[in-house]
Antibody, heavy 117, light 106 residues
Framework: EVQLEESGGGLIQPGGSLRLSCAGS????????MHWVRQVPGKGPVWVSR????????SYADSVKGRFTISRDNAKKTLYLQMNSLRADDTAVYYC??????????WGQGTLVTVSS | DIQMTQSPSTLSASVGDRVTITCRAS??????LAWYQQKPGKAPKLLMY???TLETGVPSRFSGSGSGTEFTLTISSLQPDDFATYYC????????FGQGTKVDIK
């Protein structure tokens, strides 16, 4: 089991940038694919991005491709999501999750990102 | 993109009831389907993957079935802790979640 804690959310103006972090604990952080998933309250979760265990491969949902960048530092057991050119429809709770492929076994508690002027 | 449609959107039930939730995929996803439970203010929790494999620690009153495009999650005898929202997720091609089924108290 991997324990995860997100940080970095907040209120940001449209067009702005924000970097989310996800701190992991446990000795197996570096073995897992890691994901970002977002959820608007009252709606279903939406997968955003994933990165493989050594950080050499990443993929993105079409809605964030070219604007968001996922990365990880296994030595620090930390996952990142750099979010640029933010839009109102990026407003959501952002969760990090560890997975075997796209099955999401462990989740953080989430961090709220609000894009508004 | 593969679309996932859950039914019903809301389900009212009593403790002890047998509850079934359906999830339909817009194209075949073989058995690459997971189910999650979410309670208010909390992250989703994995219940099941590969359509019918129970995650460690999940009570055996939960079961899953289906393949291709139609899947079900069944709770054999609803317990007080089971009132929550349930989501299906396909992971055959990228990842898509359903819109959720809220199980509330009748």
């Amino acid at each position: 089991e991997v324990q995860l804690e997100e940080s970095g959310g907040g209120l940001i103006q449209p067009g702005g940038s924000l970097r989310l972090s996800c701190a992991g604990s446990g000795s197996t952080f570096s073995l897992h694919w890691m994901h970002w998933v977002r959820q608007v309250p009252g709606k279903g979760p939406v997968w955003v991005s994933r990165i493989n265990s050594d950080g050499s491969s990443a993929s993105y949902a079409d809605s964030v491709k070219g604007r968001f960048t996922i990365s990880r530092d296994n030595a620090k057991k930390t996952l990142y999501l750099q979010m640029n050119s933010l839009r109102a429809d990026d407003t959501a709770v952002y969760y990090c999750a560890s997975g075997g492929g796209h099955v999401l076994y462990d989740w953080g508690q989430g961090t709220l990102v609000t894009v508004s002027s | 993109d593969i679309q996932m449609t859950q039914s019903p959107s809301t389900l009212s039930a009593s403790v002890g009831d047998r509850v079934t939730i359906t999830c339909r995929a817009s194209q075949s996803i073989n058995s690459w389907l997971a189910w999650y439970q979410q309670k208010p203010g909390k992250a989703p929790k994995l219940l099941m993957y590969q359509a019918s494999t129970l995650e460690t620690g999940v009570p055996s009153r939960f079961s899953g079935s289906g393949s291709g495009t139609e899947f079900t999650l069944t709770i054999s005898s609803l317990q007080p802790d089971d009132f929550a929202t349930y989501y299906c997720q396909q992971y055959d091609t990228s990842s898509t979640f359903g819109q959720g089924t809220k199980v509330d108290i009748k």
